[in-house]
């Protein structure tokens, strides 16, 4: 018969070890979805609480940052069901043509080699805060938090399909959000720099 103590602590031990070091990244994940830092904390606080109250679920060895960022999408989802509504894209080919076609703009105008001389970081912060759910959520998940189509689809519970979609319509926007950010920075590509590609 195993003792309640030794358990106990080697459960302390193990949420320590496994669950604690990615609290930055499951904040980051939550403020992505909240956009209110104290609602993130919130979110954060909820996640681990529900974490360490499962732990006996979690397998040692698996990806532990997943498995959080899976229970702090649900809490968000508890925490925000009233106003919860989900947009899908059905057609993420048709998406994907046309963030192409824009991105062949980009090259023939010379805009993309000239928002490679822009800082930006702030630019970007603005336009992914833009961003809707749940496409801000599955660009956090596969763009900066680098987990796979699989794994995100897991993390937000809907097909891998979908998650492409989403990724392919939110791409679309941020791009399109950098390319303004070029224009208001007064930085214009000109129908002259067409014939250079790098």
Known sequence: MSDPR??????????????????????????????????????????????????????????CRRWLFTICRNAFLRAHQRSRHEVDVIDGDAESVAAARDHRAMIDDGTDRLLATLDLGPALDRALDSLDEPFRATVQLVDIEDQSYEAAAGILGVPIGTVRSRLFRARRQLQEQLRLHALDAGIHGGAGHGGRHA
């Open 6 to 63: 030794a358990d106990g602590k080697a459960k302390d031990e193990g949420f320590a070890r496994d669950a604690i070091p990615w609290m930055d990244d499951v904040y980051r994940f939550a403020l992505s979805l909240t956009r209110d830092p104290a609602d993130a904390q919130d979110i954060v606080q909820e996640t681990y609480l529900r974490a360490y109250r499962s732990w006996h679920t979690f397998e040692p060895g698996s990806d």
